[in-house]
């Protein structure tokens, strides 16, 4: 018995259609844009909790 696929109304960014991403029997990424696209969209749309200064004070 196969997985069932969802046909789910879909909400895609205008700068990603057309993407799919895909692994190879080698485990091997491979996409439909250029990595350095998708880092580029990456970059400008998601926040990088890291950089993020925390307001909190640190316990001592």
Known sequence: MGRKKKNANLEIHQDLKGFSIKIN???????????????????KNVIDKKFIEDKKEPNS
């Open 25 to 43: 029997e080698f485990g091997e990424i491979k996409t439909s844009l250029p990595i350095e696209r998708l880092n580029t969209f990456l970059n």
